[in-house]
């Protein structure tokens, strides 16, 4: 399966726990993109990562969020103290080149996270 | 301030014939724009884009209009198949430097009535 995966697909977290979302790219795709979707809500941009640099975290949390893309290795979305309001699924997408298009993103099967 | 708005939460079809997802957007600099296709516990599925240069862009069943001057898409399924039933989701980009992300509206869940 060429596809993006991520994992885990559920992950359930008491508040104040660390939460960890993995991501593997389509292979031959270097440019990585988190999403979060809230119930009821469309998508939302959180961050834009290639091999070891952050592009985009414009969309990122101030506190608490983080994410990384080493040179060996998935995309990770961390998030610390995880609060209720941190429950949504969040959705990993990749491309093959972001400046000149294509633009065409292709997302993963998401990680649902549950806070409790 | 939703950039890109999807008006109707859903809409029902009956098989064989014509579905029509409507999606408008405010933001002027958007000159891409993408359309996703989403199941239940899966990731958004690619199903067809649009430069802003064309009006017109055309996919086997899925064909997407673009009128600039409204700022207005549209995603017209025909026929449309049981399959189809999922929330589409309307996406749109602006492809100028330092521009990475797409702007998702909040979808129009379809349902196809065999």
């Known amino acids: 399966n060429a596809g993006v995966m991520q994992n885990p697909r559920h992950l359930v977290r008491r508040r104040g726990q660390e939460a960890r979302l993995r991501c593997s790219p389509m292979?031959?795709?270097?440019?990585v993109y988190w999403y979060r979707q809230l119930p009821e809500e469309g998508l939302k941009f959180m961050v834009y990562?290639?091999?070891?640099?952050?592009?985009?975290e414009s969309g990122m949390p101030k506190e608490r969020f983080s994410a990384e893309f080493p040179k060996e290795g998935p995309s990770i979305l961390r998030i610390q103290q995880v609060v209720r309001g941190d429950s949504a699924a969040y959705f990993c997408?990749?491309?093959?080149?972001?400046?000149?298009?294509?633009?065409?993103?292709?997302f993963g099967p998401g990680t649902r996270l549950t806070v409790t | 301030d939703q950039q890109v708005k999807q008006n109707s939460p859903s809409l029902s079809v009956q098989e064989g014939r014509i579905s029509i997802l409507n999606c408008d957007y405010t933001?002027?600099?958007?000159?891409?724009f993408l359309w996703y296709k989403k199941y239940p516990a899966e990731g958004p599925t690619f199903l067809i884009s649009i430069s802003s240069i064309k009006d017109k862009n055309e996919d086997g069943r899925f064909t997407v209009f673009l009128n600039k001057s409204a700022k207005h898409l549209s995603l017209h399924i025909v026929p449309s198949q049981p399959g189809d039933s999922a929330v589409y989701f309307c996406?749109?980009?602006?492809?100028?430097?330092?521009?990475?992300?797409?702007?998702f509206g909040k979808g129009t869940k379809l349902s196809v009535i065999p």
């Open positions: 292979k031959g795709h270097s440019h």
């Open positions: 996406a749109a980009k602006y492809s100028g430097a330092g521009s990475y992300q797409l702007t």
């Open positions: 933001n002027s600099m958007f000159d891409y």
């Open positions: 990562l290639q091999k070891e640099n952050i592009i985009d």
């Open positions: 997408a990749s491309s093959l080149q972001s400046g000149r298009g294509p633009y065409e993103q292709y």
